[in-house]
């Protein structure tokens, strides 16, 4: 019986102490950044050695850019679009999209017990990244019939890095205030 407590206390989506928030330690967050750094730049890497050992350099070279194009395509407006639309389809819902990702991205871990005030936050924060998303999916729209290639590229990741650099920014600044007002304490996992 007691096994079956810890394994539910010890699950991704919960944590042992009732009022606190669990992130992995320092070393762990950075190994998952930089695993999705790894898979964002070992997709064409892997795709230029493979195509390269098949049929030599010249395919390796179009073959690494092929994957960065098909890519580069999910970034556009359409890509966008969806992933506003699915922020916003979840946002009322009981798993909110903005609670999947800090689960998935940062590892968080919410108490065993889902708190009320913490969900009403996830449900309330998952609206402005549909706003994001559907701000970016009509400036790239806007930028693409309006700006010649290499301008829009530039453009577009200044522009998607900015809007998601001050949506993440303001979505932890709510995120901490929150914590604060419902009493919550975030730390760090045990080694």
């Known amino acids: 019986m007691a096994d079956a407590a810890q394994a539910r206390d010890d699950g991704p989506g919960s944590c042992t102490g009732a009022g606190h928030l669990k992130l992995p330690r320092p070393l762990r967050l950075l190994r998952i950044a930089g695993w999705s750094l790894a898979e964002s730049a070992g997709l064409p890497v892997a795709a230029y050695l493979i195509a390269a050992s098949i049929d030599g350099r010249d395919a390796g070279l179009v073959a690494g850019l ?32 903005v609670a999947r990702l800090a689960a998935e991205v940062v590892a968080l871990r919410q108490p065993a017990t889902r708190h009320p005030g913490l969900h009403r936050f996830f449900q309330a924060a998952t609206w402005p990244w549909a706003g994001i ?59």
Do not use: K, Y
């Open 66 to 97: 092929a994957v960065i194009w098909l890519t580069a395509v999910m970034q556009f407006p359409l890509a966008n679009l969806c992933m506003g639309a699915l922020f916003a389809r979840t946002a009322g819902g009981p798993d909110p999209l």
């Open 133 to 191: 998303f559907l701000l970016l999916t009509v400036a790239l729209a806007v930028l693409m019939v309006t700006e010649p290639t290499t301008l829009f590229l530039l453009l577009s990741t200044v522009v998607t890095a900015a809007l998601v650099i001050a949506g993440t920014g303001a979505s932890t600044w709510w995120f901490l205030s929150v914590l604060r007002s419902l009493g919550l304490r975030v730390r760090f996992a045990p080694a």
